[in-house]
């Protein structure tokens, strides 16, 4: 797969699990997307060059101005697959975000991530998502909304 592809790829990673991206809980959501990075490998993404990597974000924001929503999500960040020296447009992300509506709870938690730079660490950074604050504060929760997206950085 090439980063550019990711997108795509991911959707179709997504309708094999069966449950339509509207439709996903953040469980399900994260899962796919720590799965995905263990399965599907991205073309001339090195790891010992942190070419491919995820980063597990959460924090309240105002997502594009549309308004403040608590944000939960994992983005897989490509660099390449040219030399990592020079960067310039070759660095892209893939990112999956739930959206919910903020909470004093929520508000109480700092915007913060973690990187995993390569499928090995899986297992504790999936550990560590599962058990982290701002994931069970909405685990049983409908998000107001999921996004899907793949853009240059």
């Known amino acids: ?10 959707a179709e990673y997504i309708q094999q699990f069966g449950t339509p991206l509207a439709e ?5 959501g ?3 997307m720590l799965d995905f990075y263990r399965d599907i490998r991205a073309e001339g993404c090195l790891f010992e060059n942190d070419a491919d990597m995820l980063l ?7 997502f594009k101005r549309q308004g403040r ?5 994992v983005t897989r960040q490509f660099i390449g697959p040219e030399s990592p020296e020079d960067l ?3 660095m892209s992300a893939l990112t999956l975000t739930f959206h919910f509506a903020p909470t004093a709870e929520s508000d109480a938690i700092k915007n913060d991530s973690r990187w ?19 994931c069970k504060l909405v685990a049983s929760t409908k998000p107001a909304k999921i996004t899907l997206e793949y853009g240059e950085i």
Request: net charge negative; aromatic share 12%.
């Open 116 to 134: 995993c730079s390569q499928p090995d660490e899986l297992t504790d950074f999936g550990t560590f998502i599962d058990e982290h604050p701002a």
């Open 24 to 28: 996903l809980t953040l469980a399900q």
């Open 1 to 10: 797969m090439t980063p550019q592809a990711s997108k795509n790829e991911f």
């Open 88 to 90: 310039q447009g070759q």
């Open 69 to 73: 929503t608590f944000q939960v999500g």
């Open 30 to 32: 994260i899962k796919l």
């Open 56 to 62: 597990f974000q959460w924090g309240t924001n105002d």
